[in-house]
């Protein structure tokens, strides 16, 4: 195997990185169904508006979402249509280790 340039890897693992929040995880569904404004996903999310303006920061620094200006409110929308995809993997990964996770308990 040819290994790919360093710069790939760095840039996954920037992608990866701003997957790795829960609350992010919540925004992504969500705005997977419809544009939003930073006021609904607050409501949605349970937290103050700088804490999830700074999630859709690292969404969007990671091109993951993108915005739109209306007045003085911003909406938010999903940049990638691919991320079904991507969860639909990672939900078989949990399936599958909750089956080896059972064959464990039912062996012992």
Known sequence: ?????????????????????PSRLLILDALAEKEMCVCDLTDLVGADQSTVSKHLAVLKNAGIVADRKEGVMIFY???????RGFWSCVEGVLKQNLKEQQAVMRSS
Not at 77 to 83: G, P, R
Request: with cysteine.
């Open 77 to 83: 929308s999903l940049k990638v249509a691919c991320l």
């Open 1 to 21: 195997m040819k290994p790919k340039p360093r710069q790939l890897y760095e840039a996954r693992a920037k992608v990866a990185k701003a997957l790795a929040h």
